[in-house]
């Protein structure tokens, strides 16, 4: 179970950084609008991704046994 919730943070963490990048780099390009998607929208799909990463890796450290 902790590999499982590893490898959603981890890749949780990666797919929300590049959607919070994606999104700064078209808003100072001066888009509003990807694929359909306003891009605050994209922005705060980006934060969403990253905060389950923080809670995925959360999760993991609370689960862990210390002796």
């Known amino acids: ?6 490898w959603i ?4 963490g990666l797919a929300g ?3 919070c990048a994606a999104a ?10 990807a694929g359909g998607f306003q891009v605050g ?3 705060q ?3 969403a991704a990253m905060v389950l990463a923080c809670l995925a ?3 993991v450290l609370a ?5």
Request: charged share 15%.
């Open 45 to 47: 799909v980006g934060i």
């Open 24 to 33: 700064v780099i078209i808003r100072m390009s001066g888009g509003f609008v």
């Open 17 to 19: 950084a590049v959607v």
């Open 41 to 43: 929208t994209l922005l």
């Open 1 to 6: 179970m902790e590999q499982l919730l590893l």
């Open 9 to 12: 943070g981890r890749l949780a």
């Open 57 to 59: 890796y959360l999760a």
């Open 63 to 67: 689960e862990q046994r210390h002796p």
